[in-house]
């Protein structure tokens, strides 16, 4: 403090006004106001080093304390204050001040980078910078600029610094000094570099703002993306045991209730929630108004309800304002609208109608040198609720797992309520109480997770149902908000028994099978043909298609009537007559109805384990939470029954095999909603080798294709594709073991061969073999068909 703001220092110290007076550089203390002998020592003193003169005028080696750091008077040297004003006096007037905010610019293994700010009045000619190790002084450097460097220091080692200011009169007190250690050698790791140019902003004395630097990368030189938290931490010196500790995302931080004229350390480090940084260098800080620091504002609002808690497009009044003698600036800022203080006019205000984007209210205070002290109020929107179901239509087999998700939006809170009937005209509603997952995922964002069971029923607040018997049906997610409003969205879970085929059939070789005619052989086709009158095959068509699942919606869009609409999932009709006509739509909707179904697997690997077992595995093509696996398997050259094994995993094993025997096996994906094509393999049973056998060969399928195209050219420029094609269908029916058919029930993804039908029209034999599909929908059942589809327990 300057030696015409000692006064002041005082008053904001809490000296009596009787004692205001002797609060000069010049003027000694009495007995009477000793009991402000620190405040007076500190604010008159200016914090410099008397020492020299205090010796050369007798001030006894008790007494210097009043004299150098740590500034304070004791009892018994009242009598020394007429002294100690003469070398107050003298030194304030020649000798340096000292320098502030000495911060580490930089710091690696070895060396180190400080610097610090140069005083505005009387400052020095030269600085000396002091490195000390341990006890003692390891280095020394003088410069005349305000930074250092030190270099050839050791790794992971602590050093402490301080700076002192020259002039011709003297040397200035030493800065408060700094601790830091020097990081290790060579250290390549994954945690955060740690935090730099740690120094104060302000301080008032009970608060000081403290602040820092930090470069987002690690070690490694990778770059950090993602938020980090910053720690502070901070001390009583003296009080080791005591640490404040503090968490904060803005690279400052504000220190509340401080002791007055007390010292602190203060240091920083860095989380990214898995590692931790370094710390930054240790800074020892005076709780003690200093001569820049600024006021803080006040933010006042009307009206001020309670927890600051508004509804939306409520109109408040913000007021900012702040109390000083000096001309300062307001700058007042709403979500992102920024007001400014007139001039000479330090106080700001507006109106605001309140929305969840104007939530902060900053007010800074700012002077010409661009100083800040800023103050924050969080005010609260009350809104919503706001209900989503993350998926409306959930479709499950009847021995998996489902679970219904709810996004709910609102503050405060909502309160979630859920509900069930078992249909959407079901009058009678059935309140779940059981317990449910919450998560936050965002502000005032929440996921409520339901559990259903299909055996048994339990929740949790994803509503997660597993093994779901009787379980289908409408979930509502009902949110209450704080004035009662009520939201409530639905979900309807679609339960389907898990029905695979007993052996890897496809659709098109069952309707050759059934010596369906050519032209409604078509029907049986990747994309049905519906246009000829089939009504004579209806009972086979429906039999090769039918799948077990619910197709009548798409099969009234098709202007099925409403009595053959049993058809379409698998029931009879009472008039076979008059329905038979419409098979060939019913079947188009069974095949279209499948394009929703998985994907198949790919890569299905085996290896021989033992002689009689072999271990199946095969890479997942996308996640679904509701696909079950079915393995068929038999032996090769054999007319008997797969052996069917159904599994939610991506790899079996398969025991009891004969060691002499080969296999034949299919691979097939399904859900509610069908299943994919089959991938077929054979099993060479070579139980020893080291190597196992995958199915896949880019070789293999560009040589395929090759000479598929090869065919087609030939075939099509010599005019034999339609002798091949009338052969084919003249000779025996396909085998459900022939590799060359891709598919099985039609509509299953675009990639197909479709086996040549008899026809006149070139153009529409190619549009009969366009593989688009059009997105159908459907709404699975409980039913079984004349393809012998059954419902399989899990292995």
């Known amino acids: 403090v300057h030696v015409n703001l000692a006064k002041d220092c005082c ?44 010796a050369e005028s007798g001030i006894p080696d008790e007494c210097m304390s009043a004299c150098r750091h740590p500034f304070t008077l004791k009892a ?40 610090w700010d140069v005083p505005l009045q009387r400052p020095g000619n030269a600085y000396q910078v002091t490195l000390d190790k341990g006890n003692s002084v390891f280095r020394q450097v003088n410069v005349t600029t305000n930074s250092a460097r030190f270099d050839n220091l050791e790794p992971s080692t602590n050093y402490t610094v301080f700076v002192t200011a020259f002039n011709n009169y003297g040397s200035s007190p030493p800065s408060f000094k700094i601790s830091f250690e020097t990081l290790p050698d060579n250290e390549l790791n994954d945690r955060p570099t740690p935090p730099f140019g740690l120094h104060i902003a302000w301080n008032q004395g009970k608060r000081a703002n403290i602040t820092w630097d930090w470069s987002p990368v690690r070690y490694n030189g990778q ?24 968490k904060t995302r803005n690279m400052w931080y504000v220190m509340e209730n401080l002791t007055m004229n007390a010292l602190y350390e203060v240091y920083v480090y860095i989380s990214d929630g898995n590692l931790q940084s370094r710390s930054s260098s240790i800074v020892t800080m005076l709780a003690a108004p200093d001569e820049y620091s600024l ?9 001020e309800n309670i927890n600051r808690t508004y509804r939306a497009n409520d109109q408040i009044e913000v007021k900012c304002t702040v109390e000083s003698d000096r001309i300062l600036n307001l700058d007042l800022l709403i979500g992102k ?73 609102g503050y405060p809170e909502p309160v979630l309520e859920w509900y069930y009937r078992k249909s959407p005209n079901a009058a009678r509603m059935e309140r779940l109480n059981d317990s449910v997952h919450v998560k936050t995922t965002a502000l005032n964002q929440y996921l409520h997770t339901l559990l259903v069971c299909f055996f048994e029923t339990y929740y949790l607040s994803e509503d997660l149902i597993q093994n779901v018997t009787g379980r289908n049906g409408v979930y509502s997610c009902k949110a209450i908000g704080a004035d009662g409003t009520e939201v409530t969205k639905n979900a309807e879970l679609n339960i389907a028994k898990a029905a695979l085929p007993l052996s890897p059939r496809f659709i098109l070789q069952c309707c050759v099978d ?36 619910d197709h009548r919606s798409c099969c009234m869009r098709s202007r099925i009537p409403p009595d053959c609409l049993s058809m379409c999932s698998g029931g009879k009709v009472s008039n076979n007559a008059v329905c038979s006509i419409f098979a060939a739509r019913a079947v188009a909707c069974m095949i279209r109805g499948h394009e929703r179904a998985p994907s198949p697997p790919t890569l299905l690997h085996y290896e021989n384990v033992a002689p009689d077992s072999v271990k199946i595995s095969w890479t997942e093509t996308e996640a679904d939470p509701y696909k079950v696996y079915a393995i068929y398997y038999r032996q090769e050259n054999s007319d008997g029954d797969f052996t069917v094994v159904k599994t939610s995993k991506t790899e079996v094993v398969l025991g009891g095999l004969d060691p002499n025997t080969n296999y034949d096996l299919a691979l097939v994906s399904a859900n509610a909603l069908g299943h994919s094509p089959f991938l077929e393999t054979k099993i060479i049973n070579t139980f020893g080798s080291t190597r196992g056998h995958t199915f896949i060969s880019a070789f293999f399928f560009a040589f395929l294709i090759a000479a598929a195209a090869s065919f087609v050219v030939y075939t099509i420029r010599t005019n034999a594709w339609l002798r091949v094609v009338q052969k084919l269908h ?14 099985e029930n039609p509509g299953y993804g675009t990639e197909v061969q479709i086996r040549g039908l008899a026809h006149s029209d070139p153009i529409a034999a190619t549009e009969w073999q366009n593989a688009d599909l059009e997105v159908a929908d459907s709404l699975p059942t409980e039913a079984n068909n004349g393809m012998r589809y059954a419902k399989l327990n899990s292995a």
Request: contains cysteine; aromatic residues 6%.
């Open 337 to 409: 609208t920024l007001i400014h203080s007139e001039p000479s006019r330090m106080t700001v205000e507006t109106f605001l109608n309140i929305d969840e984007n104007n939530n902060l209210i900053t007010c800074t205070v700012m002077d010409t040198d661009g100083r800040q002290n800023r103050a924050h109020m969080h005010i609260f929107v009350q809104f919503g609720p706001i209900v989503n179901m993350v998926t409306e239509q959930i479709y499950a087999y009847d021995d998996l797992s489902a679970e219904i998700q709810c996004i709910v939006q």
């Open 76 to 115: 018994d040297c009242i009598e020394y204050t007429p002294i100690l004003a003469k070398c107050y006096s003298w030194l304030t007037t020649n000798l340096p001040s000292a320098v502030s905010n000495l911060e580490i610019t930089s710091r690696n293994s070895t060396s180190v980078l400080f610097s």
């Open 11 to 54: 008053q904001q110290r809490g000296i009596s006004t009787s004692c205001l007076s002797m609060c000069s550089s010049n003027t000694p203390l009495t007995a009477e106001c000793s009991e402000y002998g620190d405040v007076w020592v500190q604010c008159t003193s200016e914090g410099h080093d008397h020492t020299r003169c205090c």
């Open 223 to 246: 770059k950090i993306t993602d938020p980090v938290t910053y720690i502070v931490n901070y001390v009583l010196t003296g009080n080791a045991s005591v640490w404040t500790s503090v």
């Open 514 to 549: 059934a010596k369906i005619s050519e032209k409604c052989l078509r029907v049986c086709s990747v994309n049905p043909e519906i246009d000829d009158d089939c009504s004579a095959f209806s009972e086979d068509l429906l039999r090769c298609a039918n799948d077990g699942r």
């Open 730 to 743: 003249r000779s025996q029916p396909l085998s459900d073991r022939d590799p060359s058919v891709a598919f």
């Open 295 to 303: 006021p803080e504002p006040q933010i006042i609002i009307t009206p």
